[in-house]
């Protein structure tokens, strides 16, 4: 299972857990995984009613900025890390 961690944001859906896991071979499946354990999470993630993630986030996988999206490949060895955009003025 792939490692996933949580931005604090979110957390609320996970009980709290900055890192879960979840079985997918690409970033899609793996959403699909922690929305069927964490229900309300994929809306979260996901821009509605497109084939994105949400603009507002940065998608880290094994250490690499993604630009694959929901279609990176991952492994069951993989660390997956949603990482929030950040704003200030």
Known sequence: MARVWIPSLLRGFTGGLAEVQADGTTVRQVIEDLDRRYPGIAARLIEPNQDRLRPNLTLVVD????KQGLRHPVSETSEIHFVPAMSGG
């Open 63 to 66: 250490g690499v900025n993604s």
